[in-house]
Nanobody, 123 residues
Framework: QDQLVESGGGSVQSGGSLELSCSAS????????MGWFRQVPGEERKGVVA???????EYGDFVRGRFTASEDKVRNTLTLRLTNLKPEDTGTYYC?????????????????WGQGTQVTVSP
């Protein structure tokens, strides 16, 4: 079954770290580019990171060096390491996959979406 399954997330205090993981089906991982988006309360969904076919990553402006994406090509997994978290990072984080390169602006939404995982950062 072609799907994206997220894990990780949770609750931390400001300045803390979390790790999100996205496991993709073989077909999705080999055929599409992957990334992460997030939905913060009161805001539109925004792109967090898009990983291109050469492994390079483009991050949203709000990331400012705090998040790092990494791939495990054997396990078809994309991991997002979140550090120096702030309360404004609270929201639902979605793994996504679509045509390369993945568009972070939202103008060209990805084809596949995970179910979302919650990240909560307290002051």
């Amino acid at each position: 079954q072609d799907q994206l399954v997220e894990s990780g997330g949770g609750s931390v205090q400001s300045g803390g770290s979390l790790e999100l993981s996205c496991s993709a089906s073989r077909y999705i991982y080999r055929s599409y580019c992957m990334g992460w988006f997030r939905q913060v309360p009161g805001e539109e969904r925004k792109g967090v990171v898009a990983v291109d076919t050469d492994g390079s990553a483009e991050y949203g402006d709000f990331v400012r060096g705090r998040f790092t994406a990494s791939e495990d090509k054997v396990r078809n997994t994309l991991t997002l390491r979140l550090t120096n978290l702030k309360p404004e990072d609270t929201g639902t984080y979605y793994c996504a996959a679509g045509s390369c390169p993945l568009d972070l602006s939202g103008d060209w939404p990805p084809k596949f979406w995970g179910q979302g995982t919650q990240v909560t950062v307290s002051p």
